[in-house]
């Protein structure tokens, strides 16, 4: 699965975003990673092919992801964007191997993309 997201930029603090990304096929989990230099990637939101959707405990509420199956895209929607927020955020997908819970754990996931950055500043 080919992965290929866009949507990042500079926004100011208090804007919004929306990543996107196409996928070359759906799967049954897809998510949201992202990622400062020197830290691990940390997961954000997960759905699944039927749309649950599952969000880190720390970061729910600002983060809305969604998927449009016809489209095999992916989005993230960020609102009210803070400096803590920059980063590079990358899309997973984890194929069709079943999993009970599709998890914002990155061992769950085989194929990624090559990230979109994200940067919070006046």
């Known amino acids: 699965v080919r992965l290929v997201e866009s949507g990042g930029g500079l926004v100011q603090p208090g804007g919004s975003l929306r990543l996107s990304c196409t996928a070359s096929?759906?799967?049954?989990?897809m998510a949201w990673f992202r990622q400062t230099p020197g830290k691990e990637r940390e997961g954000v939101a997960s759905i699944r092919a039927d749309g649950t959707t599952g969000y880190a405990a720390s970061l729910e509420g600002r983060f809305t992801i969604s998927q449009d199956n016809a489209k095999k895209t992916l989005y993230l929607q960020i609102n009210t964007l803070e400096p803590g927020d920059t980063a590079r955020y990358y899309c997973a997908a984890r194929g069709w191997s079943w999993i009970a819970t599709c998890t914002v754990g990155p061992r769950d996931y085989k194929y990624w993309g090559q990230g979109t950055q994200v940067t919070v500043s006046t």
């Open positions: 096929a759906n799967s049954l989990c």
